[in-house]
């Protein structure tokens, strides 16, 4: 909804000008459609902000909102909860329309990351499918690839913003107040699924479900290896080399 120039009136002139700078910037930035695989723990969720806010992307994570459907019990929340509490995949009918919606947001009008979808090559053939017809195509898939043996400890002390998805950890990436957003001061929250069990099945469903995924793109020469393993800062140097 197109915002009255009476609320604009209301704004400080400090974030008006922050919002122009950045659109400014935004509009010499290239289109990217961009897809992030890797297992549960990978640091998909940790990087995205960061190439989010540099090449003016829409970060769609099909995990962040299928919780949000299942804490709001909407219909698709209802479905999708129980595979969801199994580390499961949910449908891949209710992945792919929520997906279609999501992509048509004006946020995403320089492109996307696609976080934790396609997680099936029925997801991709249909993401690619979908892409063909609006004459657009996926630039680069990143393959965040890394050893199942870290991710448990990744997972069980990972700590979650959920406003905003800024994600902590309690030993690798602390805040500065345990439990608390560094920048928000709210609470953080650890995900119901975020367990050593549960991990055993979403890990599974990886190295069933979701490596063909990576055989798909790489067959379409389209997918780049990081080295996931590293911490943080130096996995974003090799993404920023990979989207150069
Ligand atoms: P994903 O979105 O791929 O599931 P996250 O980005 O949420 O993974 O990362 C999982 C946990 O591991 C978080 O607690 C995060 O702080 C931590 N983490 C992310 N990347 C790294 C890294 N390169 N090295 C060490 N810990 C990391
Ligand atoms: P994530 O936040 O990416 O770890 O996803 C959490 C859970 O949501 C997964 O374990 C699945 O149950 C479900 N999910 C997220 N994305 C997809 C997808 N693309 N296809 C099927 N299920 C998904």
């Known amino acids: 909804m197109a915002t009255a120039s009476a609320d604009l009136e209301e704004i400080p002139t400090v974030d008006l000008m922050t919002e122009l700078l950045r659109r400014m910037k ?44 299942v804490a709001a019990k909407t219909p698709l929340g209802v479905k999708a909860k129980e595979a969801m509490d199994k580390g ?23 492109g996307f990351i696609l976080d934790g979808f396609p997680r099936t090559v029925v997801q991709a053939q249909k993401l690619d499918e979908m892409l063909e017809k609006q004459g657009a195509k996926i630039d680069k898939v990143l393959n965040f690839a890394v050893d199942d043996a870290i991710l448990e400890e990744r997972i069980t002390g990972r700590w979650i913003h959920s406003s905003s998805g800024r994600t902590y950890h309690s030993k690798l990436a602390p805040p500065k107040v345990p439990g608390i957003d560094d920048i928000t001061g709210e609470p953080l929250i650890q995900r119901k699924d975020d367990t050593a069990a549960v991990l055993k099945s979403r890990l599974e469903a990886f190295h069933r479900q979701t490596k063909p995924v990576i055989d798909y793109y790489s067959k379409k020469g389209s997918v780049v290896n990081l080295h996931a393993e590293k911490p ?4 974003t140097v090799e993404v920023q080399k990979a989207l150069s």
């Open 232 to 235: 943080p800062k130096e996995v």
């Open 26 to 69: 935004c509009a010499t930035k290239p289109d990217k459609r961009l897809i992030l695989i890797g297992p549960p723990g990978c640091g998909k969720g940790t990087q995205s902000p960061i190439i989010k806010d540099e090449y003016c992307l829409c970060h769609l994570a099909t995990g962040d909102m299928l919780r949000a459907a």
């Open 88 to 110: 499961e995949l949910v449908s891949d009918d209710l992945v792919i329309g929520i997906i279609d919606e999501a992509m048509k947001k004006t946020s995403c009008q320089k």
